[in-house]
């Protein structure tokens, strides 16, 4: 560098003006309203659309799925879409929607007889002990087991059966009056979906190719982001929960034919189960069976336990077949995303529940390759 260069750069730093600190707070307080501002315009956005978020759910969660045969369906009826969303949605309502309404309905009525029944168990347990219990080989065999090894009392015994039988019927009774689909439980609701779920079919797509471009990733992830969420979805629901609602079906089937109370209930129990890792459908079976023992119907439990190990086999045929080509979802997080989505949305959280622990855990995964050193 010459010194008249050198001289220049001086004199340049000199006669600059030193930043002005009011300009800088002026800037900082700007951000901090900006920032405030779209803080309340989430939460209001949050309060108006919390009363919808199950039928959004639904909504999504439908249209997600009907986008292949939206975009065949437009191009057979020349492009006009909309009026094949209209006849996806029509479909929909006819083929999906009223028999599952039918199924929550009869769930409802089955948890409220099976509430009946528990509460007249306990009753006859507070006035007779386990006097009762025990007048079956079954069951005395299995008081005198634990009694001996385990010391534990009659009286200890016959209080947890009370408490445990309690807590048991108030969840019966809670679920039999609140177990409607989330997202049809009333006619407002249950229109707003179909509302939503006429757009969502008709414009998801283009919706769908907006909202990946806020994600803020280079194109090339962005577009195996997508491609990821695609691939969960359908195995969860092709693979997965497809092949809970067959042995929830299967085991309903067996409750039902060998005569135990509400079999939709023990069926949507043990659809829920099934997620669970080793266990699965056995933690309903298992127990039924050892109630026919202590009942005396022998015939009846071994009908049912072979009826419990073919569904514990569907696992291990169906679902490969299903999920093939497709995501492949931890189980773990299968689980946690089924019950907990369940909790917040309702039937369908048992859907959108998987995909969202799916999605973020893509995203923890991208992002770990982002901040990994190259090389």
């Not at 127990?287 to 569904?311: C, M």
Request: net charge positive; charged share 10%; aromatic share 6%.
């Amino acid at each position: 560098m010459t010194p008249r260069g050198s001289a220049r750069r001086c004199e340049a730093a000199v006669l600059s003006p030193a930043p002005d600190p009011a300009a800088g707070d002026a800037l900082f307080y700007r951000r901090l309203l900006a920032v405030a501002g779209l803080g309340v315009l989430a939460l209001l956005l949050y309060r108006i659309l919390q009363p919808l978020l199950a039928p959004l759910a639904w909504a999504l969660f439908l249209a997600f799925l009907l986008q292949p045969a939206q975009r065949r369906l437009t191009a057979w009826l020349r492009g006009r879409a909309s009026l094949a969303a209209l006849l996806l949605t029509a479909a929909t309502l006819l083929l999906f929607i009223g028999p599952l309404t039918a199924l929550a309905i009869a769930f409802a009525r089955q948890a409220g007889e099976l509430a009946g029944l528990l509460r007249g168990w306990l009753e006859r347990l507070r006035d007779g002990g386990l006097a009762g219990l025990s007048e079956q080989p079954a069951l005395a065999s299995l008081i005198g087991w634990l009694e001996q090894h385990l010391r534990i009392s009659t009286v200890e015994l016959q209080q947890w059966l009370l408490e445990g039988g309690k807590r048991l019927f108030e969840q019966l009774a809670a679920l039999g009056g609140t177990a409607v689909l989330g997202a049809v439980g009333t006619i407002v609701s249950f229109t707003a979906m179909l509302f939503m779920l006429f757009f969502l079919v008709r414009d998801g797509a283009t919706v769908a190719g907006r909202t990946l471009r806020l994600v803020p990733l280079a194109p090339a992830r962005r577009s195996a982001l997508a491609a990821h969420v695609s691939a969960v979805t359908r195995g969860v629901v092709g693979g997965t929960l497809l092949t809970a609602l067959l042995q929830g079906v299967l085991l309903g089937a067996g409750f039902a034919l060998v005569g135990l109370p509400a079999p939709v209930v023990f069926g949507a129990l043990g659809a829920i189960l099934s997620l669970v890792p080793l266990a699965g459908t056995a933690l309903v079976w298992i127990p039924a069976t050892l109630v026919l023992l202590g009942q005396g119907r022998y015939v009846a439990a071994t009908v049912l336990t072979g009826i419990g190990l073919v569904v514990g086999t569907v696992d291990n045929f169906i679902k490969p077949m299903l999920i093939s080509g497709q995501a492949v979802v931890p189980p773990l997080a299968v689980f946690i995303g089924a019950l907990g989505g369940l909790a917040a949305f309702g039937m369908v959280g048992m859907f959108v529940g998987p995909v969202v622990i799916a999605l973020a855990l893509a995203l923890l995964a991208f992002a770990g390759d982002e901040a990994a050193p190259p090389g």
